[in-house]
């Protein structure tokens, strides 16, 4: 009896499990096919505000995929296929190549793209990254490249790369800092211009204490350091106050803006320059 339901369990796992491998697949396909065609992919812009006066001083870019059968699908649907299948070097490509043209409509911020852990040790990424931004005629000055630290530990060579990029006068970001391996060291031997204090620790911070004692020691370590400090995933005016007493220079999160398209980025550009001319 254990023995039949034994196998029995045995295949109903084994179809689940090949269900799944063959999902992956097709989304693999369907990823290859999407950056051939080129209209499924989408790029969101998430502004990062100054604390001190809400100025906008960089945008994000978030991938977006709208699937032809599964609808509209967000990173955490699709980069696992991409990093494990490749695809990720060519997706990241077309984000940056896309991102850096589209901001010609907002010459006055900085655009900040994010590089996972398969970008970072593909080949000749360097190469890659400065061919983009003369083909679009964009100011390696004006451009934030966002890693985490999981990313930096896991790649041989990619203090070097980094190294190399921060030399074209690129900035680098540490993102969702705190989460991870978290080690400050990290921030004296990769040169970094910018952390970003990962949601988590935002969430929950409270009036009351909580986390805040990370978020004050990354805020205090950040400007003995002279890096930048951004926190990300700002939802509540609790938090903005705190992480401004804190010194934060940056902020960003949906209670400033949720990502947009680009046409409702256009709209908000507008209106935030308007503002910042009336101030
Ligand atoms: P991330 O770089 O840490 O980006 C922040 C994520 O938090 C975004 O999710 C954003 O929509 C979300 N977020 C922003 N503000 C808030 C908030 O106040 N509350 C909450 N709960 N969430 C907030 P998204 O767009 O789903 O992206 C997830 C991750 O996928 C990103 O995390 C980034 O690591 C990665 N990713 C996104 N676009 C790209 C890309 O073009 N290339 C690569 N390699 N990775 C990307
Ligand atoms: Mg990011
Ligand atoms: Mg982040
Ligand atoms: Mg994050």
Not at 125 to 154: C, M, N, S, Y
Not at 202 to 225: D, F, K
Not at 262 to 272: A, L, P, Q, W
Request: proline content about 3%.
């Amino acid at each position: 009896q254990a023995k039949r339901e034994g196998r029995g369990c045995f295949r109903i796992f084994s179809d689940e499990l090949d269900a799944r491998i063959q999902a992956r697949r097709a989304l693999e396909t369907d990823l290859r096919c999407a950056l051939a065609a080129g209209d499924q992919l989408k790029i969101d812009y998430q502004p990062l505000l100054s604390a001190r006066d809400d100025r906008v001083m960089a945008l994000e870019a978030l991938v977006r995929w709208d699937h032809p059968r599964l609808g509209r699908l967000t990173p955490a649907d699709f980069l696992d296929v991409a990093e494990e299948s490749g695809l990720i070097v060519p997706l990241g490509e077309w984000v940056l190549e896309r991102a850096c043209a589209t901001m010609a409509k907002w010459p006055d911020v900085s655009l900040a793209v994010n590089i996972s852990p398969g970008q970072l040790s593909s080949d000749a990424l360097v190469e890659r990254v400065l061919k983009i931004l003369d083909r679009t005629g964009f100011d390696p000055t004006r451009l934030q490249l966002e890693v985490t630290e999981h990313a930096i530990l896991d790649m041989e060579g990619a203090v070097e790369t980094l190294k190399e990029l921060r030399a074209t006068g690129i900035k680098l970001v540490l993102d969702d800092f705190g989460t991870g391996y978290s080690s400050l060291s990290h921030l004296q031997k990769i040169e970094i211009d910018k952390v970003k204090i990962d949601r988590s620790f935002v969430a929950e911070m409270s009036l009351l204490g909580g986390s805040s004692a990370i978020v004050q020691a990354v805020a205090t370590l950040g400007s003995s350091l002279g890096i930048s400090v951004t926190a990300e995933g700002v939802e509540t005016e609790e938090q903005r106050a705190f992480l401004r007493a804190l010194g934060c220079e940056e902020l960003q999160g949906y209670l400033l803006s949720r990502p947009m398209n680009e046409n409702e980025t256009g709209t908000y550009m507008e209106r935030s320059t308007a503002a910042s001319q009336a101030a």
